[in-house]
């Protein structure tokens, strides 16, 4: 093992989101809902990762994620990866792809909004990426990483 590698404890069975933007292991509970799980949770922050990065970790014990949620982490996270464990063993490895659309995720900011008063999804256009940036479909707000974070409380 390198000197800069940092040993965190294996998991049996369940899912590792690794390479997770330093200090937005939290946003990814938040976003996968995540808070009242009652299987164990590993969060690991701000590990060193490669020469000069760090990076943070979840290891979710004893659970799969849906396509959905795993592009959720899309939102938090774009560089992200999300390995499925069986036995102790990688037995899939994928990157994350950000939707074209994010249904029903996060809420919009715009007060107005009729997301807001009624009970409709909300759904957003992904506008640009990098820096991210999203429209909702129904008020036209422009949502930025920041207003994303926000709303997810
Ligand atoms: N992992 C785990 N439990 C296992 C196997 C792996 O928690 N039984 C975790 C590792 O700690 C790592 C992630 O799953 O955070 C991916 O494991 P692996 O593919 O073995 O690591 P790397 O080759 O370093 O992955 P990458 O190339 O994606 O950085
Ligand atoms: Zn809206």
Avoid: W
């Avoid at 009652?38 to 969060?43: E, G, L, N, R, S």
């Amino acid at each position: 093992m390198k000197k800069r590698e940092l040993k965190v404890s294996a998991i049996n069975n369940g899912t590792v989101i690794d390479h997770i933007r330093p200090g937005n292991a939290f946003k990814v509970i938040k976003i996968l809902h995540l808070d009242n799980y009652k299987d164990t949770i590993t969060i690991t922050s701000n590990v060193p990762s490669g020469v000069t990065g760090r990076k943070d970790i979840v290891k979710v014990e004893n659970r799969a994620l849906s396509p959905e949620e795993v592009s959720s982490i899309a939102l938090v996270s774009p560089e992200a990866t999300v390995n499925i464990i069986k036995d102790y063993e990688v037995i899939e490895k994928g990157n994350i792809n950000l939707p074209e659309t994010i249904y029903n995720i996060i809420a919009c900011t715009n007060p107005l909004c009729i997301t807001n008063h009624e009970d409709v999804p909300t759904v957003f256009n992904v506008e640009r990426t990098n820096p991210l940036v999203l429209r909702c479909q129904y008020c036209e707000r422009k949502m930025t990483e920041k207003d994303i974070i926000k709303v997810m409380g």
